[in-house]
């Protein structure tokens, strides 16, 4: 699903380096991506999803040769290829739930909204305990409900990658847990690769591969 090779990144005004010789995920597996802050964590994420491309160097991501990509081309990419979640969940809160979940439709005019994603948003919607939320606020939630919301619209989509950047950060171990599982129970269900950045070690014996992002090249600024 993932393959990078020789890739070298540097931003722009200098300080800050990533070099990855070589990275695999294979498709449908869950890897876990650990690492100080600061270590280039989410600078991967965003090669993997051509946010960012690399100074030299190969990123792969569904087949897809990112790296070669146009930035609109990449755009268009990302909303049909890759799903996000993150750690502050990036809910709109003039949309109810429902559109919270369908928002990328919003976003990415490639994508169309029909009535079969409506019915795989209310499904997920109604996977992930929501069913009877539909119509609230995000700010009439509580932390635990409004990642399951960013979990639902990350997956909307049916995204062959969902990237997830410190997704449980915000939540108390019980709610983390929960989300956790609700995430590999849907990734599972569809062969989703799942690519997550985490900083709780107590988490990554639920993952098939762990990759320190520290650890992945020699050169460090
Ligand atoms: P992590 O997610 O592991 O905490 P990041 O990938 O966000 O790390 O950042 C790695 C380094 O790159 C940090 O030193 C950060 O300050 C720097 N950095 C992140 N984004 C930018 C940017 N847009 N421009 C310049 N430097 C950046
Ligand atoms: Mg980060």
């Known amino acids: 699903m993932i393959s990078l090779h020789d890739v070298r990144f540097e931003y722009p005004h200098g300080g800050f380096s990533l070099d990855v010789p070589d990275l695999t995920v294979a498709s449908g597996t869950r890897t876990a991506a650990i690492g100080p802050s600061g270590s280039g964590k989410t600078t991967l994420l965003n090669l993997i999803s051509g946010i960012e491309r690399p100074g030299s160097g190969e990123v792969r991501t569904a087949g897809v040769r990112v790296d070669r990509l146009s930035p609109a081309a990449r755009r268009s990419f990302r909303s049909t290829t890759v799903g996000f979640v993150f750690q502050e969940f990036?809910?709109?809160?003039?949309?109810?739930?429902?559109?919270?979940?369908?928002?990328?439709?919003?976003?990415?005019?490639e994508l169309r909204l029909d009535a079969s994603a409506r019915s795989r948003a209310r499904g997920l919607a109604s996977d992930l305990g929501l069913?009877?939320?539909?119509?609230?606020?995000?700010?009439?939630?509580?932390?635990?409900?409004?990642q399951r919301i960013a979990i639902a619209r990350a997956l909307v989509t049916e995204p062959a990658l969902i990237l997830a950047d410190e997704p449980t950060g915000n939540l108390d171990p019980a709610t983390k847990q929960q989300a956790l599982d609700l995430l590999f129970e849907q990734c599972e269900a569809r062969s989703t690769t799942l690519l997550m950045v985490t900083h709780d070690h107590g988490l990554l014996d639920q993952f098939a591969q762990v990759v320190d992002v520290d650890a992945l090249g020699p050169a460090k600024a």
């Open 90 to 109: 990036l809910l709109l809160e003039y949309l109810d739930v429902l559109d919270n979940i369908l928002y990328p439709y919003r976003l990415h005019p």
């Open 131 to 146: 069913a009877s939320l539909l119509d609230r606020r995000p700010s009439e939630l509580s932390q635990g409900e409004r």
